[in-house]
Structure formats: C-alpha cells, structure tokens
C-alpha cells in the first residue's frame, strides 16, 4: 500500500494518479475552482456559524474534523511561538504562532492576535487563548485551501469605528504633545460644518457636545473632536431614530 493509500483510507489511484474520495465522492482537483465549495459542503451544519450577512464560517473544532478527513490524522498541533500579553492590569494584546502538522509531513502555520478591541468582551480576558484558537482556524483553513473565514476570527464588535476612534486618538496625540497649542482647535469650516448639521437635525449644539462628545462647558472644540463629531451627526441623519431625546431642541 502506498504512502498515499495509507493517509486516505478510500483514496483511488490509477495511472499514478490519486484520486480523493470522501464519503463515497471523488473530490475536485484541489486547484480548481470548485475545491472550496467542496470542502465546505463537509461541514455539519452544527461546525457552522451563519452571520447576518455572508456565507457560514466554520468553527474551529469542524475544520479540525474535516481537515483531518480531507488531508489524513492531525499528528501534531500548537503554538510554536507565544507572545503572551504582559500588562496585569490589563487583558493586553497576545499574539500566538500556531502550527499544524499531518501524518504525511506536511504543516501548516499561521498568526493569531486577540487584544480587547478585537475580541468580544466576554472572552477579552483570555487573549492568548483566543489568539491561540484564531491561529490554528487560519492554518486549518490554509491547509484545506478555502478562504472562508472562521467563526473564531470574528467579533461582534464594530471592527470599523475601533480603527476609526484609534487613529483619532493618536492624531490627537501628535496635534496636542502635552501641551495646549492654537493650531489645535478646529477649524472655521468644521465648526461651521457641525452648526448647519445640528441645525438640519434639530440638534442643540452645546447639548449634542456636551452630552455625546463630552466636552466640557467652557472647553475649546479640538480638531479631533471635532471630526469625531461631524462624524456622530452624519450618523443621526442617516439613522434619526438614534438621536438622543435629550439633545434636540
């Protein structure tokens, strides 16, 4: 019996050709386009995740599965290299290298990273867990050769406005230094920009930057919040219903 043979118990091969059967069913070519949709269809529906919006994403434990039916036996599986969060005050951001390997020598090995921004809060608290988990979906979905994400990557978080909130707090950074300078305020044009939307909306000003901003009574507009707040007001004109009852005129 062939090296083959031994890794795919119902491997068929003819002419020096392997021919992948699984569950009774030849496979595609691993290269064609149709490999993917395959694979896929040997997921159970309870290894799946359906969001709001996309196709399914397998869970972990079901890529482990069907990996190991489609490639042969896991022989070895972990992290190679952990870089493990070190703040104790804090969950911290943890970044985990994991790889795996099959009974026919060939492995696989991908980054996984989870900090609080990118995980949801319930599980924030074991980053180099989650990153661990996050890894070896990557390498698994790189070994079947699909580029479905895994459900283990996702958060329910909004990913978008954490970038967002995140640069705007460092160009703030860099515009302040610590110390208080003109050239920080906003602008003419943004604060003229936040009076017409508040206006259009309904919105007190003073109120909606007080109340949603937070800035203080007294406290000069700085550029940032200020683009953060154009920001917010485009938001309340596309979804009026979430506009605070308590700042409108």
Known sequence: MSEKEEIFSDTVVSDDKVELVVNGESAPDPTSVEWADWVMSL????ELV???QGDPMPKVAGLRRVASLVLGRIVSSGPTTVFPATNVDHPGRATIVFQVEFEDGTAFREVGESYVDNTDDKFAIYPA???STRA???ALRKALGINRVSADEITNKDAKQIVRDSVRTEEAKKETDGEFKGDNLATDKQNNLIGFLADKLEIDREKFLSE??????GDALS????SISIDQLHKYRDEKEDIPTNIKK
Request: glycine share 0%.
């Open 43 to 46: 997921f159970d529906e309870t």
């Open 50 to 52: 359906q969001p709001e």
């Open 129 to 131: 867990a989650i990153a």
């Open 136 to 138: 070896e979906a990557r």
């Open 212 to 217: 949603v901003i937070k800035v203080k009574d």
């Open 223 to 226: 550029k940032a919040d200020a």
